[in-house]
């Protein structure tokens, strides 16, 4: 329940909160509170998941990317996230998202989303996402342009571009196990 607090904290503190260029890496602060723990007493893996939620709404916001969104009917749809892990996050320690784009193709956004706190990178969760509009998938296009940035993609690195081909071969898969199975 505190991501619901934190989200309304966020969008409460909006208009008060530096407004951004969409390449620029946007920096979104929290603590960690009593419900994000597990059992070994620190963030629970998949609290990230949800952390790197909010600080992309931060991110829309913040770089105007609500406005294309808002302009089409479009909402932000995750397709995959992939996170790594370094150092623990403890109950009330002050942290810090940052988060930026990485690049785009022609139907994923790619954004990266680091947990810092006092300098350091504790973990980094990555997000390749698309906005859907009823039941049509905007292109990035539409937003880059929209957004003043190059037409361009910056140069994915091998790891992402790999990762990105394996996540399209794995819903290949799932696509396929839902057909009906046909007798032999």
């Known amino acids: 329940m505190n991501l619901w607090f934190r989200l309304t904290r966020l969008l409460l503190s909006r208009p008060w909160r530096r407004i ?15 419900l994000d723990l ?20 931060d991110y829309l916001f913040r770089s105007g990317a609500y406005k294309v969104a808002l302009a089409y009917r479009a909402l ?15 109950l009330f320690q002050k942290f810090e998202i940052h988060t930026s784009m990485l690049g785009w193709d022609d139907k994923w956004v790619f954004m990266k989303h ?4 006092e300098g350091r990178v504790l973990g980094t969760v990555i997000m390749r996402g698309v ?33 990105s081909a394996s996540c399209d071969a794995l819903s290949a898969d799932l696509r396929s196990a839902e057909q009906p199975q046909l007798a032999g």
Do not use: C
Request: aromatic share 12%; charged share 25%.
């Open 20 to 34: 951004a260029g969409p390449g620029e890496t946007i920096v979104t602060t929290m603590r960690v509170w009593p």
């Open 38 to 57: 597990d059992i070994n007493r620190h963030v629970t893996n998949g609290r990230y998941f949800s952390m790197a939620d909010i600080a992309r709404t």
């Open 76 to 90: 932000p749809i995750v397709g995959d996230n992939w996170g790594k892990f370094r150092k623990e996050l403890k």
């Open 114 to 117: 680091e947990f810092r706190r």
């Open 131 to 163: 906005f859907r509009a009823g039941r049509d998938v905007l292109k990035p296009q539409v937003f880059i342009e929209a957004l003043g940035l190059p037409a361009a993609s910056p140069d994915l690195p091998h790891w992402l571009a790999q990762w």
